[in-house]
């Protein structure tokens, strides 16, 4: 079975070429659009499945350089930008993510872990959904990368979990009996327990001092309150919803908890390699939650974690040189990001936001708050980076809405919240969805529907609920 399907290929291909000789909006360079239709037309050819997305990803980086849209004229550094996506250190860190987890699949502490949250959560389905859940919402006001904490910490342990119902990844019915679930509620949970404090993801820091700027003031303790019934709804509900939309086949897991406790008993003590595992474990949560202080990065931290299990020989250079689907993540991922970051870098970004202000500065600041935040979440589709598109947009549309009357505060906190919930909608849109996707449990197409179908249930929370948690407290 060949991994091109040309039936969908050419399509994109010429729809790429018509996007690529369409004169640009006023405002929009040509390097820009330029970019810009090479990036659409990639996205557009993902969700076709025209080919593997290494192989479209290669073909994307080929083209930027090719046409030297991020360097004119300097055929070095076109090469060289086009490449710049490798060097980036999350990138790097989702990567490493894919190798602590093999230490904990690899020396069946996994296993362990997951056998004694199926023993006391292992009634159903949605219990285990809701057990990581809980330890997303633990875990979040102290490790700052949600990535890390998805990636080192929570993605193990799901997929330990999954295995152990005999769910794998690379069979199409074996897949839907508890690992496509668990993979989205995990994720899910992520980028939930990643609005409800300040310290939970690297975005937020930055909303902070955007709004700062402004003169709103989010400290950590205003923002953990402003946070608190959303959040918690959030976490509640997302469950529930991807349940409906992607049941598990395997719902009543009664039995699965006493065949855990037997289990158990089966592995018998911790073994040498395990207790190696746990350590780096320990070391790796202590570096990710202070390394702020100590001046450690947390990729940084990821690479000593690794480090440590290769020269433990809990893991070998072979085990790294397997691990296929961290190395496939780390092309298109890097591809996705210097698009994205390309975008932003030629002004397309600024464009996009420029137009949004334009098109609603004679509105009700009642009309224009929901069409920002609308704006704001569904934009997300063109970015491969949660931090990035922070960046370029937060402090524009807060400008734009605070000039619109607005309630400053109201707006700073909701698009702080959605700056990490509109992570939903993609597999490649915040830091942990390489991760997980990279799993191979979830199809594009899944990730995309469940995406959109949690995208308007997250809206109606935190514009709803979280609005009316907001006046309660007295923000606005």
């Known amino acids: 079975m060949t991994e091109i399907n040309y039936k969908t290929l ?8 018509i996007l690529w000789f369409i004169t640009p909006p006023e405002g929009v360079s040509l390097e820009a659009w330029h970019l810009f ?23 994307a980086i080929a083209l930027v350089a090719l046409s030297g849209v991020l360097a004119p004229d300097n055929t070095e550094q076109a090469i060289t930008k086009a490449l710049s996506g490798f ?25 362990r872990i997951a056998y004694w949250l199926i023993k006391i959560f292992g009634k159903t389905s949605l219990g285990l959904a809701y057990c990581l859940s809980a330890s997303e919402l633990i875990l979040a006001p102290a490790i700052p990368s949600n990535t890390a904490r998805s ?53 937020n820091p930055i909303c902070q001092k955007f709004a700062a700027n402004m003169g709103i ?9 402003a946070a608190l019934v959303p959040g918690l709804v959030g976490l509640l509900v997302t469950p529930l919803v991807i349940k409906r ?48 202080v100590i001046n450690v990065n947390a990729t940084t931290t990821a690479f000593i974690g690794v480090s440590i299990l290769l020269i433990s020989q809990v893991l070998n250079w072979e085990d790294v040189k397997s691990e296929k689907s961290a190395w496939d993540t780390m092309v298109w991922f890097s591809a996705l990001v210097m698009m994205a970051s390309g975008l932003n870098a030629l002004g397309f970004i600024d464009w996009f936001s420029g137009m949004v202000k334009a098109q609603i500065s004679t509105l009700s600041w009642r009309i224009a708050f929901p069409i920002i935040i609308l704006v704001y979440f569904y934009s997300h589709y063109i970015f491969a980076s949660a931090t990035a598109h922070v960046a370029a947009m937060y402090a524009a549309l807060l400008g734009v809405g605070i000039s619109l009357g607005i309630p400053g505060g109201l707006l700073a906190y909701m698009l702080a919240f959605i700056g990490s919930v509109f992570g939903t909608l993609t597999h490649y849109g915040h830091g942990p969805a390489p991760v997980l996707f990279g799993s ?13 179908i949690l995208s308007v249930v997250f809206i109606l929370i935190w514009m709803v609920i979280g609005g009316a948690w907001l006046k309660i407290i007295g923000v606005f």
Not at 10 to 17: E, S, V
Not at 161 to 175: G, N, Q, T, V
Not at 440 to 452: D, I, M, N, S
Request: overall charge positive; glycine content about 8%; hydrophobic content about 50%.
């Open 10 to 17: 050419i399509p994109t291909f010429i729809f790429g070429l």
């Open 37 to 59: 239709s090479i990036f659409i037309s990639t996205i557009v050819g993902i969700v076709l499945k025209a080919a593997s997305m290494g192989t479209l990803s290669i073909v």
């Open 87 to 111: 060097g980036n250190s999350i990138i790097w860190l989702i990567t490493i993510s894919f190798f602590i987890a093999r230490g904990f699949i690899k020396t069946g502490l996994g296993a």
């Open 151 to 203: 990636g080192g910490i929570i993605y193990p342990i799901m997929k330990s979990i999954a295995l152990s119902f005999d769910s794998k990844p690379d069979d199409e019915e074996s897949r839907k009996k508890i690992g496509r679930f668990l993979t989205l509620s995990a994720y899910n949970a992520n980028i939930i327990a990643s609005t409800m404090f300040l310290t939970a993801t690297a975005s």
């Open 217 to 225: 003031n989010m400290s950590w303790g205003s923002w953990a309150l």
């Open 245 to 292: 939309v992607i049941p598990p086949t395997i719902t009543d897991t009664k039995q699965a908890s006493i065949e855990a406790s037997a289990k158990l008993k089966e592995m018998g003590g911790i073994t040498r390699n395990e207790w190696f595992m746990i350590i780096t474990f320990f070391i790796l949560l202590f570096l990710w939650i202070f390394g702020s």
């Open 440 to 452: 191979g449990y979830v199809t594009v197409k899944e990730w995309w529907k469940t995406g959109a």
